[in-house]
């Protein structure tokens, strides 16, 4: 079988290293890949964004299967064009895509089938909202309504940062169209982890669940960015929640979105907060986490490509996924000034070291060959991700992997997974 995997981060780098595991499979293309996906599958410089080029391609390498790694292929409609020309391609439509490329649709559709969330209003006015919040005790949390790179939601701690934010987003459109209209909703108190499941329209199958790490510094301070490091599955997390979860959010969701002529295949992705009252949902993606995805697919011992032929096929039914009993982290190394300003072009040291290593892998991400040599070409640039028999082991091996990699200005968070082994939850 050919594939095509869509994207250039550690997503697709660890999508395209557990599907070489398939004996299904045949030739892996990438588009538009980085140095790390290079060595393990063909690229093509097509961005994600050129639908009508990734059509060409993949009619013109008669490719059998498309996987779709970031949510803005899925926002521009490029499953519902491969479809019109049935082409097998992985993921949800335009309309399905809108339950995370509208965070205002997403509200609406909760509101509709009872999944629970925060209280919330929407604002689609400068003045309007700026009077709203002049009424509201804080902190808040504030959304832009498109797609921001998972650096547009905002909490906000008073009434000067609110109107401030307000103003970037609405006035100096700062996200662009993406932040025509607010979502301000009441803050939630708790902890918060990742649940995705495959999807066939009808059927779901979870995925072990997980914890990303957002923000930018240890202890979870400073900015929010598009994920620092993360670990699977979460201790904390409780069977009996786990079911809760399964029963009143991912089916209600799945269900909904059939009922709403939006049938979802794919990965559907719950952003939860474990509050008092239960869980709610924080956020909805339409595809893969990223970095969820570097921690998850590592102990996935179910053959990956059955389960994402079985999601186009509408026959997850008859799949069982199962799981290695071990504990996954991944270690998001950063250019230095990121979410914001950083530079490119460092060259990358100490990875030769750690090739081959057993129960390790290094995702590349912001990466790139230059004159033989791999160097920096994004924020976030490598995810070290290593697995054992227990959270703590594999929390010590991901961080002696980090140990052995260098580039000038690099960053990394040194508290990923620890919350795994500290927090309870009732």
Not at 212 to 227: A, E, L, R, V, Y
Not at 291 to 303: G, N, R, V, Y
């Amino acid at each position: 079988m050919r594939i095509l995997v869509i994207g250039n981060g550690g997503r697709e780098h660890a999508l395209i290293w557990k599907l070489l595991q398939s004996k299904k499979r045949n030739k892996i293309y990438c588009t538009p890949g980085n140095a790390g996906i290079a060595k393990h599958a063909e690229c093509f410089n097509i961005l994600a964004e050129d639908i009508n080029g990734l059509l060409d391609l993949v009619k013109s390498k008669k490719i059998d299967l498309t996987i779709v790694g970031p949510e803005n292929p899925l926002s521009l409609g490029i499953v519902n064009l491969f479809e019109k020309y049935k082409l097998p391609i992985f993921g949800p439509t335009k309309e399905a895509a809108e339950i995370e490329s509208s965070k205002v649709f997403a509200k609406y559709f909760m509101d509709k089938y009872k999944i629970p969330t925060a209280k919330y209003q929407v604002f689609d006015d400068y003045s309007k909202s700026l009077f709203y919040v002049e009424k509201q005790t804080f902190p808040l949390v504030l959304k832009v309504d498109g797609l921001a790179g998972g650096k547009g939601v905002f909490v906000i701690d008073s009434l000067k940062e609110a109107k401030d934010i307000i103003s970037e987003v609405m006035k100096g459109k700062r996200f662009g169209k993406a932040g025509n209209r607010l979502v301000i909703e009441e803050f939630l108190l708790g902890e918060e982890v990742s649940i995705l499941a495959f999807s066939d329209g009808e059927n779901f199958l979870p995925m072990l669940p997980s914890q990303d790490h957002k923000k930018i510094n240890d202890g979870d301070k400073g900015s929010n960015t598009g994920g620092m490091g993360s670990y699977a599955p979460v201790p904390f997390l409780k069977d009996n929640d786990k079911k809760w979860i399964l029963n009143n959010i991912f089916q209600p969701v799945i269900a909904g979105m059939k009922k709403e002529e939006r049938i979802f295949k794919g990965v559907l992705y719950a952003g939860l907060i474990l509050t008092k009252e239960g869980p709610k949902v924080l956020e909805f993606n339409a595809r893969l986490g990223d970095p969820e995805t570097q921690s998850i697919l590592p102990i996935l011992k179910t053959d990956l490509l059955d389960i994402v032929i079985a999601s186009v096929e509408g026959n997850l039914k008859n799949v069982e996924v199962e799981w290695e009993e071990k504990s996954s982290v991944c270690v998001v190394m950063s250019s230095a000034g990121y979410p914001a300003d950083y530079e490119k072009g460092k060259i990358i040291n100490g990875l030769d070291e750690l090739d081959g290593q057993k129960n390790m892998m290094v995702f590349h991400a912001g990466t790139a060959n230059k004159e033989g040599k791999i160097i920096t070409n994004g924020g976030r640039v490598l995810g070290v991700t290593a697995w054992a028999d227990n959270l703590k082991d594999a929390i010590d091996n991901a961080y002696k992997g980090v140990d052995k990699i260098y580039f000038e200005n690099q960053y990394y968070r040194k508290d990923i997974g620890e919350k795994g082994i500290k927090f309870t939850y009732r």
